[in-house]
C-alpha cells in the first residue's frame, strides 16, 4: 500500500524488460521514481491474457501514466478495461502505430512520443550518407582496394563533389525537415517532394516543391522520409527508378516498403544508381540477396534511429514530459491521432 499523502501519480513501465535496462541509468530512475510512484523492477511486456502476473495487474489497475518503449504491448480495450486510471502514455520512442489503438483515442487518453528526438540521429545518419554519396565514397573505397596502385584518381571522379548538387527529400517528416536544416550550411540545391505542405510553407523550409516524378529526376541524392501508410508503398518503382540521373543515390531511412526492390534491384547490379539502404523489404534481405555484396551498395540493419547511449536523448525527453504531467502542464510533443494517417 502506499503512503495516502504521496501525491505522485501511479506509473508503470510497459515495454521489453531488456530495453528498460538500457533506457534507463541509475539516474534516470532517480529521476523517474522522483516523479511518479512506480517499482522500477516491474516492466510490462504483457499487460492481459490468463496468464497475466498479479502485480502487473495490479499495477495496471493504479496506473494514471504508462510509460512505453519498444517491445510495449498493444493497448487494446481489455487491457484500458484493466486499466480504469489510465489518463496518459508516454512513448520513450517514435511511433506509437504499434500499441496505441483507437480504443485509446476513444477514451480520450493523452499521448506523447519522443519521436523528435528519435529523429535527430536519422538525419544525422542520412547528412552523413549524402555527402559521402556526393563524394563517391562508398564506390571509391571498393576501386582503391581494387587497384593498390598509382592512380588519376581525380580523372576518374571528376564528375564527383558536392558543389551545386541536387537533393531531393521524399517527405517533410520530422526527419525530413531536420535533413533540410543540416543541409542549409552546404551548397545544395533542395527538393521537397510532400503533397501535405504549401509552397508558402517549402519556400519558409527554403526548398523547392516539385511533383515526386520530377524529384526523382532531377536529384543527384534521392532521400526517402515519408511514413510507411498504404499510400505509400512502393512510392519509388519502377518509373521513379528509371527516371533517376545515372549515377545518382538513393537514400532510404524510413521503411523498406516505400521502395519496389525488385525494380531497384537490376539498377544496382547494372551499377547504373548507389543506394544506402538502412531498412529493405523484408527487413533482413534472404541470405542470397546480392544487398549485401554489391559495391555500389551501403547496407546497414536499421541502426539510423537511436542506438547506443543515443536512446537516452528519448529517456531524457520521455521524462521531461512525465514532468510536465505531473505539473500539470501540457506536452511538449503530443500525439494527435487525427496525424497519424501521414505521419509515421
Not at 267 to 289: I, K, M, N, Q, Y
Not at 319 to 343: C, I, M, N, Q, T
Request: aromatic share 4%.
Amino acid at each position: 500500500m502506499h503512503d495516502a499523502t504521496d501525491n505522485r501519480p501511479a506509473a508503470l513501465l510497459s515495454m521489453s524488460p531488456d530495453i528498460a535496462e538500457r533506457l534507463f541509468t541509475p539516474a534516470r530512475l532517480a529521476r523517474l521514481t522522483g516523479l511518479v510512484r512506480t517499482d522500477p523492477r516491474l516492466v510490462a511486456d504483457t499487460l492481459a491474457g490468463p496468464g497475466l502476473d498479479p502485480a502487473v495487474a495490479s499495477a495496471l489497475a493504479d496506473a494514471e501514466l504508462l510509460l512505453t518503449c519498444w517491445g510495449a504491448p498493444p493497448l487494446t480495450a481489455e487491457v484500458l478495461a484493466a486499466a480504469p486510471r489510465l489518463r496518459a502514455v508516454v512513448h520513450a520512442a517514435g511511433s506509437v502505430k504499434h500499441h496505441v489503438t483507437e480504443a485509446c483515442w476513444e477514451r480520450g487518453i493523452t499521448v506523447a512520443s519522443a519521436a523528435g528526438a528519435n529523429a535527430l540521429p536519422v538525419a544525422e545518419y542520412t547528412l552523413a550518407a549524402i555527402l559521402f554519396a556526393g563524394k563517391r565514397v562508398l564506390g571509391s573505397a571498393h576501386r582503391y582496394r581494387e587497384v593498390r596502385a598509382p592512380h588519376d584518381w581525380h580523372q576518374e571522379l571528376s564528375r564527383a563533389g558536392n558543389y551545386r548538387r541536387t537533393v531531393g527529400i521524399v517527405g517533410a517528416s520530422r526527419i525530413g525537415r531536420r535533413v533540410i536544416e543540416l543541409l542549409r550550411p552546404f551548397d545544395f540545391d533542395v527538393l521537397l517532394y510532400d503533397p501535405y505542405v504549401s509552397a508558402e510553407e517549402a519556400a519558409a523550409l527554403g526548398v523547392e516543391p516539385v511533383p515526386l516524378d520530377e524529384l526523382c529526376a532531377r536529384g543527384h541524392v534521392v532521400s526517402v522520409h515519408a511514413p510507411q501508410v498504404p499510400a505509400t508503398r512502393h512510392m519509388i518503382g519502377a518509373a521513379q527508378l528509371a527516371a533517376m540521373p545515372d549515377g545518382a543515390t538513393l537514400i532510404n531511412t524510413s521503411r523498406g516498403s516505400l521502395i519496389d526492390e525488385d525494380a531497384l534491384l537490376p539498377h544496382l547490379v547494372a551499377g547504373r544508381l548507389d543506394a544506402v539502404l538502412d531498412v529493405t523489404d523484408p527487413e533482413l534481405p534472404p541470405p542470397a540477396s546480392p544487398l549485401y555484396d554489391l559495391p555500389n551498395v551501403l547496407l546497414t540493419p536499421h541502426v539510423a534511429g537511436s542506438l547506443g547511449g543515443e536512446i537516452h536523448r528519448m529517456t531524457d525527453h520521455a521524462l521531461d514530459e512525465v514532468e510536465r504531467y505531473v505539473k500539470g502542464l501540457p506536452f511538449e510533443d503530443p500525439v494527435h491521432p487525427a496525424s497519424l494517417g501521414h505521419s509515421a
